[in-house]
């Protein structure tokens, strides 16, 4: 199971940038899906999450200005991110939790893309 990332840029403050994550290989299902980040000499933090029926939550900072959705019949899912800040500047990471062939429930990670917003 792979999870490719992309979309990452720099753009300035108040401006919008959409980030996608795709899912591919051998496997069942997906369940959750979720972006986290970390900026530089922080810790990784959750920024939304997504469950495979839809049901969203977002980290306090967030809300109001990105969105989370899905396409299970693509094992898509992206981060409309708008009114970005400088603050938001980060490394994105998506998650997944899936559903092996073997019906085994493991966690995986994308790469990470950069996002950069300047002032």
């Known amino acids: 199971v792979q999870l490719q990332a992309s979309g990452g840029g720099t753009v300035q403050s108040g401006d919008s940038l959409r980030l996608s994550c795709t899912v591919s290989?051998?496997?069942?299902?997906?369940?959750?899906m979720a972006w986290y980040r970390q900026a530089p000499a922080q810790q990784r933090e959750l920024v939304a999450e997504?469950?495979?029926?839809?049901?969203?939550n977002y980290a306090d900072s967030v809300k109001g200005r990105f969105s989370i959705a899905r396409d299970n019949a693509k094992n898509l899912v992206t981060l409309q991110m708008s009114r970005l800040r400088p603050e938001d500047t980060a490394v994105y990471f998506c998650?997944?939790?899936?559903?092996?062939?073997?019906?085994?429930?493991?966690?995986?990670w994308g790469q990470g893309t950069l996002v950069t917003v300047s002032s």
């Open positions: 998650n997944a939790d899936v559903i092996s062939s073997r019906f085994s429930l493991n966690t995986y």
């Open positions: 290989g051998n496997f069942f299902s997906v369940n959750n």
């Open positions: 997504i469950t495979e029926r839809g049901r969203t």
